[in-house]
């Protein structure tokens, strides 16, 4: 293997014999291949290639049972145990809207699948993992003790590609810009302050060819205002001396998942802050958050109020909001802590 070219199959699973404490990530990082190329590699041995198609997944995911739902970025892990139900998939846009697993899924972004089986001592541990076209994860489905075997076998079986090679090919991944817009701040503040509801923000950036980050740095510190970047940490603490019930999203490519409820457990540990509940793990690295903003936007019931981290490329890492119902005010407990949170020493020019 030189530089220039990818380790073959082969080279991939004598690299992960030479290392078997390393993790996943960090093998595909170290070999400069994608993290489907890495499962790819083991397909044969303890992988099975299958249907690629989230669609094809919800109609048979709720047979499994209690499983682990998975999904990540680069820089936050975010994870619930429950059942998929309540499940209402389109071509566009699918819902998985469970008590504990929560998504919001785009299925065009989903391209390959792979049913994976690890030996763990004497236990067998068995999951679904699903990638985009470049080979990055998009959501993985863990089986528990409880999750039925059997309906994974049937699925597994029933998804089954004829393409079972152990090459994987990766398409090079289209990220939209944080476009700066030719919008003024005027006309962003004016477009900003109409908004009636939170699910209406990302039409207008889209209409004002505007990017997130770009749009919070932009707006005015009413709107929107710079934290130090512990401010995540300190909110997660704060939240669980008040009791207080959060909604934690973390995204990628392809899905939103979802935590809506009190936390209980926050660690720290090394440049991870962790919450370690029965039903919700939560992994944030917090030496990759460049930016963190406090955001107000306007609604019918009055404003509502996220922490929004951001990584040093300006993607959006993680976001949080005080859990409330639709036709209600915001939790004054939530605006509250985010309004005490620590601010940045200093601010980004606009």
Known sequence: MTENTKPAPAEIRAFRVE????????????????????????????????????????????????????????????????????????????????????????????????????????????????????????????????SNVEAYHAIVRDLKLDDQSQEFVAEQATKANDENGDVSRDELRDHWSRLTDTHEFFGMLRKLKIGRQAAVRTVGDDYAWKLDNGAAAEMMHASVKAGL??????????????????????????????????????????????????????TKDGHVTSLEAYDANGEMIIQFFGKRKEGFDERTDWRDIVENLPRAAASVAA
């Not at 785009?106 to 089986?117: E, N």
């Not at 934690?248 to 540990?269: D, L, T, Y």
């Not at 090394?270 to 509940?277: A, C, F, H, Q, S």
């Open 19 to 146: 290392n078997p404490k390393m993790r996943e990530r960090d093998i595909a990082a170290q070999l400069k291949i994608s993290e489907a190329a890495l499962v790819a590699a083991e397909v044969g041995i303890s992988a099975t290639r299958i249907d690629g198609s989230a669609l094809k997944l919800l109609e048979r995911v709720a047979e499994l049972g209690e499983v682990m739902a998975l999904s990540r970025n680069e820089s936050a892990v975010h994870e619930k145990i429950g059942v998929y139900e309540n499940i209402n998939a389109g071509p566009h846009a699918a819902i998985v809207l469970g008590d504990n697993i929560d998504l919001r899924i785009f299925p065009g972004r989903w391209a390959h699948g792979f049913a994976v089986s690890k030996k763990d001592g004497e236990q067998e541990r068995l999951s679904l993992q699903y990638f985009d076209k470049a080979g990055d994860a998009v959501h993985k489905i863990h089986l528990r003790p409880t």
């Open 245 to 298: 019930p959060i909604m934690c999203f973390v995204a990628n490519n392809g899905i939103v998942q979802i935590h809506s409820g009190p936390i209980f457990n926050v660690q720290p540990m090394g440049p991870w802050i962790n919450v370690l509940d029965e039903t919700f793990h939560l992994h944030l690295r917090q030496d990759h958050i460049a930016e963190t903003w406090a955001v107000r936007k306007p």
